[in-house]
C-alpha cells in the first residue's frame, strides 16, 4: 500500500449521495482541492424548500478527500466531525455550486481541512472546518456497488426516506446502499444532512422565518448499512429570532452515532458576493 | 442587502479578559481584521496546563471585531455563536499569538466571520468561524483602563476567574463581576466560551487525563447580566478510549441558560503538517 501525501490527488469516489446530488469530480490536492454541485429540485425538502443540510454531503465528500491524501499508509481517514457556517440562501435553479478545501494541519492521527461552497456569482453558501481520524483496518476503499439507475426522487427528504413522528420530534430511515461511503458505511454528510432536516422540521423552522446559521455534527460511532436509523431531537432554546437544536442519531443497537447541533437565525439575505 | 463599507475600521474595546490575556493590536477592516496576543501563564487552565479555551477570547475580539465592522450605520453587534477547532497547543512561555479573520457572509441583520490562530512559526493553533447579529444601538461605556485587570501574578486564566468546581466534577461556577465585561456591559462572550472549555476539559479528564480538547463550539442564546455566579453543567455524551465528546450549558444566576456548548477531545495535539 502506498501512503498518499499532502501532494498527491484528491482521491473522489462516486456514491450513492454523490451521484443523488450531481457532485462532480474533485481536482487538486490538499493544499487546494476542489468540486463542483449541480443544483436542481434534489436539494429540496419536501415543501420545495432548499435544504442546506444537502451541503454537508458535497463538504464532507470534498473536504474529507482533502484531509485523506495526509494519511500515513496502511490507513484511511473517517471523519470524526463536520462544522458548517452558512451564509447566502441555497438555490435550487440549477446553477453550479464550487467548494474548495485545504488541509490546515495534520499529524500521524488526525488531519483538519477547513472549505467553503460558492453560488456561481461568487456568493458565500458555506465556510466551515472537519476534522478527519486516520484509522487502520482499510487501506483502499472498495465501494459498494451502486444500482446501475438511481431511482427517481422529488427531492432530499424523499431520497433518504426520512419519516417524521407525527410532533416532528423524531424521524426514521433505513440505511439503504445508496447511502454508503467509499468505507461501505453511512455517508457522513447523509447523517448530517437527515439530522438537518429532522432539527428544521422540529423547531419548524419554514413556517417561523427561521433558516439554519450554524450546524456542527459529531461522529462518535460508524453506521454499518442495512442498520435502522433513528433521530431524536431536543429543542434546547427557541425565541423570537433564533433557535438551536441538539439531534442524535441513534443506530439500531441503541448505541449514539452522531450527535448534531443546529442552530437557527432569522431568514436572511442573500448576501454579497 | 446592506451597502457595507468595506474599509470601515475594526473597534477594538478592551475589556477585562483582553487585558488580562495580553491581547492587542488589533485593527482591520472587514475585508481582513488581526490581533495579537502574548502567552504566559495567564493561559493556563485549571490543570496548570495550556487553556486552548483561551483562544476564544481572541477569536471572538479579532474574529467578532471583522464581523462588527460590516455592520450598518447605527448598529452593533452582538455574538450568537463561536466554533473553534484546535491545533497546535496553545503555547505559555511568552510567545506571540497572531490571529487573522475576514467576514465570509453578510446581510442586513447578521453575518459571520471565519479566522485562524497562528504561533510565531505559523503553525495553526486555531481555526473556526464566529457569527453576530446586529442590533440597534452602541457599546463603549464598559471600556476599561489599561492595565486595569491586568494581573501578571494570576497563576492561569481559570485562576483569574475565579472558577470552582463542585465535588462531582460536573458542575462549574464564576463570579460575573466588571472584570469580565464585555463592551456592553454584559458577561463577555469569550469567557463564556472558555469556562465552558475548562468546564468540559475538566469532567473529561477526571475520566481520562490523556485527552485534551479538540474543538469546542458554543452557540449564545441569551445575553448574561453581571452579578451572581453563572454556572457551566456539563453531561458527557460519549467516551471512548481515544475520544470523549461533552455539552455543556451555562446558565444565568436565574436559572435560564445563556448559551450551549459541544465539546469534543482527542488524544494528543496534533502537529503542524
Known amino acids: 500500500v502506498t501512503a498518499l501525501s499532502p501532494r498527491a490527488a484528491v482521491p473522489f469516489y462516486v456514491c450513492g449521495p454523490e451521484r443523488f446530488l450531481h457532485i462532480e469530480a474533485?481536482?487538486?490536492?490538499?493544499?487546494?482541492?476542489?468540486g463542483t454541485m449541480r443544483t436542481g429540485p434534489w436539494v429540496c425538502d419536501g415543501t420545495g424548500t432548499p435544504s442546506p443540510g444537502t451541503l454537508g454531503i458535497l463538504a464532507d465528500s470534498l473536504w474529507n478527500s482533502a484531509a485523506i491524501t495526509c494519511r500515513p499508509g496502511a490507513t484511511w481517514g473517517v471523519a470524526t466531525e463536520l462544522s458548517l457556517s452558512f451564509g447566502a440562501r441555497l438555490p435550487a435553479d440549477g446553477s453550479l455550486l464550487t467548494a474548495h478545501a485545504a488541509v490546515t494541519f495534520h499529524d500521524e492521527r488526525c488531519a483538519v481541512a477547513?472549505?467553503?461552497?460558492?453560488?456561481?456569482?461568487?456568493?458565500?453558501?458555506?465556510?466551515g472546518t472537519t476534522r478527519t481520524r486516520f484509522v487502520p483496518g482499510i487501506a483502499e476503499p472498495d465501494p459498494v456497488p451502486l444500482p446501475a439507475d438511481d431511482p427517481g426522487a422529488a427531492g432530499i427528504v424523499e431520497w433518504l426516506g426520512l419519516a417524521f413522528s407525527p410532533d416532528g420530534r423524531t424521524a426514521q430511515m433505513d440505511a439503504t446502499v445508496s447511502f454508503a461511503n467509499p468505507a461501505r458505511n453511512v455517508h457522513g454528510g447523509v447523517l448530517f444532512c437527515a439530522s438537518e432536516l429532522t432539527a428544521s422540521?422540529?423547531?419548524?423552522?419554514?413556517?417561523?422565518?427561521?433558516?439554519?446559521?450554524?450546524m456542527t455534527i459529531l461522529y462518535l460511532r460508524g453506521v454499518p448499512i442495512g442498520e435502522r436509523l433513528a433521530y431524536a431531537v431536543e429543542v434546547v432554546h427557541r425565541g423570537r429570532t433564533s433557535a438551536a437544536a441538539s439531534v442524535r442519531c441513534h443506530r439500531a443497537d441503541g448505541r449514539t452515532a452522531a450527535l448534531a447541533t443546529v442552530n437557527f437565525g432569522p431568514a436572511a439575505g442573500e448576501g454579497r458576493p | 442587502v446592506t451597502a457595507v463599507d468595506a474599509s470601515r475600521p475594526v473597534d477594538f474595546l478592551s475589556c477585562g479578559p483582553e487585558q488580562a490575556l495580553h491581547i492587542g493590536d488589533v485593527r482591520g477592516t472587514a475585508a481582513a481584521a488581526s490581533g495579537t496576543m502574548h502567552t504566559g501563564p495567564w493561559a493556563r487552565g485549571s490543570d496548570g496546563g495550556?487553556?486552548?479555551?483561551?483562544?476564544?477570547?481572541?477569536?471572538?475580539?479579532?474574529?467578532?471585531?471583522?464581523?462588527?465592522?460590516?455592520?450598518?450605520?447605527?448598529?452593533w453587534a452582538v455574538t450568537t455563536e463561536l466554533s473553534l477547532s484546535f491545533g497546535a497547543p496553545v503555547a505559555t512561555d511568552g510567545t506571540r499569538l497572531l490571529a487573522t479573520g475576514a467576514v465570509a457572509h453578510l446581510s442586513g441583520d447578521s453575518s459571520f466571520a471565519t479566522g485562524t490562530v497562528r504561533t510565531e512559526d505559523g503553525e495553526i493553533t486555531a481555526s473556526g468561524a464566529v457569527h453576530t447579529r446586529f442590533v440597534a444601538g452602541d457599546a463603549s461605556a464598559h471600556v476599561l483602563p489599561a492595565g486595569m485587570h491586568t494581573d501578571a501574578d494570576a497563576p492561569g486564566f481559570a485562576e483569574w476567574l475565579g472558577l470552582e468546581f463542585a465535588p462531582d466534577g460536573l458542575s462549574a461556577t464564576i463570579p460575573t463581576g466588571e472584570a469580565v465585561s464585555n463592551p456592553g456591559g454584559h458577561l463577555h462572550g469569550g469567557v463564556i466560551f472558555c469556562i465552558s472549555e475548562l468546564a468540559a476539559a475538566h469532567a473529561v479528564s477526571g475520566l481520562n487525563p490523556d485527552l485534551r480538547s479538540s474543538s469546542l463550539h458554543t452557540v449564545f442564546l441569551r445575553r448574561a447580566e453581571l452579578g451572581g455566579r453563572v454556572r457551566c453543567e456539563t453531561d458527557i455524551v460519549y467516551r471512548g478510549r481515544t475520544t470523549a465528546t461533552a455539552t455543556v450549558c451555562c446558565l444565568r444566576p436565574d436559572g435560564k441558560p445563556c448559551a450551549f456548548s459541544t465539546a469534543t477531545f482527542g488524544p494528543v495535539a496534533p502537529s503542524n503538517g
Open chain 1, 26 to 34: 474533485f481536482q487538486g490536492t490538499a493544499q487546494g482541492a476542489s
Open chain 1, 114 to 127: 477547513v472549505g467553503s461552497i460558492t453560488t456561481a456569482d461568487g456568493r458565500a453558501l458555506v465556510n
Open chain 1, 201 to 214: 422540521r422540529a423547531v419548524a423552522a419554514n413556517t417561523n422565518g427561521l433558516t439554519v446559521s450554524s
Open chain 2, 50 to 75: 495550556p487553556c486552548p479555551g483561551v483562544l476564544g477570547v481572541l477569536a471572538d475580539v479579532v474574529w467578532g471585531g471583522a464581523a462588527v465592522a460590516g455592520r450598518p450605520a447605527g448598529m
